[in-house]
């Protein structure tokens, strides 16, 4: 394929693929004899913050959805020894339910859309989907849903990733790059086939995700001293610089961190950059995120405007993508880097402070990262509450925010080709997502033995 190739070149492409490697293919899962899951955690767990990996151990150890969530490592693996489409695009590389939500966009309205992309890569476009769909299948099961109501579940997200890469593939250029999900407008527009209960809860949602910034973060992360805003002790979920380190080496690593965000200022656009520069560093704490990402290393930055006004990043580590040991893609001189890319790539419109640096960490460690605002107006749905036909009408809105961002990234018209008009695209991931749900179960239960038998420590509770 070349940049010139005509709309019915690409559309033909795709076709090609889809005799290549039929439709049906996708659905096909086999276990390989010998597979340790539980090893590919520990392989990552030996750059992670040692006292942490106990963490991540337990959070996942939590229910099989909570397993899947920290488990992109070992999905990664598998899915490269299944057949694939052929066709790549720029991946998330870690599309589960709970990567998707809502956060607040430059112009302050909310939009749905991805929210990590710690693992984006490119690859096949179905990689995404089957993790997403698998997503709704194993969380179906912690629900307590049956076996159809799942089927119908993940069915329909894949039926709305098809329809909406379809409908991508006949728009132009510039409405495909500006395709977004506005939350607002979504919800009023599902409120006919909300009941009163679901539209409380997602306007309470919207509500919550509307609130939360750097000044509602400022009254739970921080406390007054000497009339100086310093972030508060939670160990082990937020430990101050102060009690990481002696007090010469904090101020050491405070001083070194002013010109660091110099650094990451010099990665923002000039307008962004001017005003980062408004702002001064007060504080840094080391602080635990998520499930899968706990143990690298992340910090919560606490600056403060010439207002007063209180302003929180975060900053991430960037490792390599666990998809970037199967297929070929760029290389990066910072991971950070690579994570911003694909961000911007993916996303409709994103964090104006979304920017990358790269340093020894207080380990002497050179390390990247990627940093962004702590909270913008970000907030996710509750999965584990949600009813079959919540989790149905919330995986579709998903679909449709992974197809804008696949559509964005890559040949939407090769995408759109090899998966066809009919049903077999869907017939094929729906038994596809109720196949790894069965493994995920059996890995799940292989991280509960690992952590019985003493193999690993996990720290529950935390």
């Not at 310093?230 to 080496?249: K, N, Y």
């Not at 449709?400 to 995408?415: K, P, Y």
């Amino acid at each position: 394929m070349t940049d010139r190739d005509t709309r019915a070149d690409r559309i033909e492409y795709g076709e090609a693929a889809r005799r290549r490697t039929p439709l049906a293919a996708l659905a096909e899962h086999d276990s390989v004899h010998g597979r340790d899951p539980v090893e590919l955690l520990e392989i990552q767990a030996a750059i992670r913050v040692p006292d942490l990996v106990p963490v991540r151990y337990g959070r996942m150890a939590v229910s099989a959805f909570t397993f899947f969530r920290g488990a992109a490592s070992v999905m990664a693996d598998d899915l490269s020894r299944t057949p694939t489409s052929g066709v790549h695009t720029q991946l998330c590389g870690d599309a589960h339910l709970s990567n998707f939500g809502l956060f607040a966009t430059p112009e302050r309205a909310l939009a749905f859309d991805l929210n990590d992309f710690d693992e984006t890569y490119p690859g096949p476009f179905e990689w995404d989907v089957k993790r997403l769909i698998t997503s709704l299948v194993v969380a179906g099961r912690v629900n307590g849903f049956g076996r159809k109501q799942r089927q119908r579940i993940a069915r329909a997200c894949a039926t709305e990733y098809r329809e909406t890469m379809a409908f991508q593939a006949e728009s132009s250029e510039l409405a495909v790059w500006y395709s977004h999900i506005d939350a607002e407008k979504e919800v009023t527009e599902l409120h006919s086939v909300l009941d009163s209960s679901m539209r409380k809860r997602i306007r309470k949602t919207l509500d919550k995700s509307r609130s939360r910034d750097s000044v509602s973060a400022l009254s739970k992360l921080t406390t007054r001293v000497d009339g100086i805003p310093r972030i508060v002790s939670m160990p082990p979920l937020i430990v101050p610089i102060d009690e990481l380190l002696s007090a010469h080496d904090a101020e050491a690593v405070t001083r070194e961190m002013i010109g660091r965000l110099r650094e990451y200022g010099q990665t923002l656009p000039p307008h962004y950059r001017i005003l980062l520069e408004r702002f001064e560093f007060l504080q840094m704490a080391r602080k635990v995120v998520g499930v899968g990402s706990v143990g690298t290393r992340a910090w919560v930055l606490l600056l403060r405007g010439l207002g007063d006004d209180p302003l929180f990043l975060q900053a991430k580590e960037a490792q390599p993508s666990v998809l970037a040991a199967y297929v070929d893609g760029p290389s990066f001189v910072n991971q950070g880097e690579r994570v911003v890319a694909g961000q911007k790539l993916m996303q409709a419109t994103g964090d104006i402070l979304l920017g990358w640096q790269q340093g020894p960490g207080i380990d002497g460690v050179q390390r990247d990262f990627y940093i962004r605002q702590l909270r913008d107006g970000k907030g996710s749905a509750v999965i584990e509450t949600m009813t079959p036909e919540l989790m149905s009408l919330y995986g579709r809105l998903c679909a449709r925010v992974l197809a804008h961002a696949h559509a964005r990234a890559g040949d939407r018209f090769s995408i759109a080709g090899y998966l066809g008009s009919d049903e077999d695209f869907d017939d094929a991931l729906t038994r596809f997502g109720e196949s790894y749900a069965d493994q995920n179960e059996r890995d799940h239960a292989a991280l509960c033995q690992a952590i019985e038998n003493g193999r690993i420590t996990a720290h529950t509770g935390i």
